[in-house]
């Protein structure tokens, strides 16, 4: 049972550019979590969403940001116009409904350029 | 609103001696606590968790956590370091009343020493 999944690994962007990073969940795992760990800091809190539908995003930034899990296919966090503050691990994790705990992804650390 | 604050950013012990990790939380409704370990360019792995029932919480590579309402507190501790322990280690807080979202606190890194 493979794991939470999330690719690239590894995201380089220039300044202006978007970046988009891919998270797919564990095998019956209907929720995922988005969350943004920045250099010496603990992991912040994003978004938390369910198959299309977003059911928390009051960690999310007003602009540039975005997330959506669709019926199909992975979970998506997407920056546009990524500035350097962008640059952190970005953890994806997911669970069953309503459980405690969730299984964290091996991250995807973006740097910006 | 709820916090955590993990006391010590870096704990350096011996190995075979007694690791505490200290954290204390805020919380306005009964908390659910977590912690997690996060070795080197991976993501978070969930050591043990509290949720109800007894105080005192078991988990994975001889760790367990006491929740002691009375001072906030759900400190983690291991009678017996190993090498494979040096990691960085993360409390976290879920309102019982805010499924799905958690608050980690900054974290603290833990080195042994031979």
């Known amino acids: 049972n493979a794991g939470v999944m999330q690719n690239p690994r590894h995201l380089v962007r220039r300044r202006g550019q978007e970046a988009r990073l891919r998270c797919s969940p564990m095998?019956?795992?209907?929720?995922v979590y988005w969350y943004r760990q920045l250099p010496e800091e603990g992991l912040k809190f994003m978004v938390y969403?369910?198959?299309?539908?977003?059911?928390?995003e009051s960690g999310m930034p007003k602009e540039r940001f975005s997330a959506e899990f669709p019926k199909e296919g992975p979970s998506i966090l997407r920056i546009q116009q990524v500035v350097r503050g962008d640059s952190a691990a970005y953890f994806c994790a997911s669970s069953p409904p309503r459980a405690l705990g969730y299984t964290f992804g091996s991250g995807t650390r973006l740097t910006v350029v | 609103a709820q916090s955590v604050t993990q006391l010590g950013s870096h704990v350096s012990v011996s190995e075979g001696a007694l690791v505490l990790l200290r954290c204390n939380y805020s919380s306005s409704v009964p908390p659910y606590l977590f912690w997690y370990v996060q070795y080197p360019n991976q993501g978070l792995q969930l050591l043990l968790k509290y949720t109800t029932g007894a105080t005192l919480v078991k988990g994975i590579n001889g760790f367990e956590a006491e929740f002691k309402k009375s001072e906030t507190s759900f400190h983690l501790t291991k009678p017996s370091a190993h090498m494979s322990d040096a990691a960085e280690y993360f409390c976290a807080v879920s309102e019982t009343d805010s499924w799905g979202k958690l608050q980690f606190g900054a974290g603290t890194q833990v080195v042994v020493t031979p």
């Open positions: 095998k019956g795992h209907s929720h």
């Open positions: 969403l369910q198959k299309e539908n977003i059911i928390d």
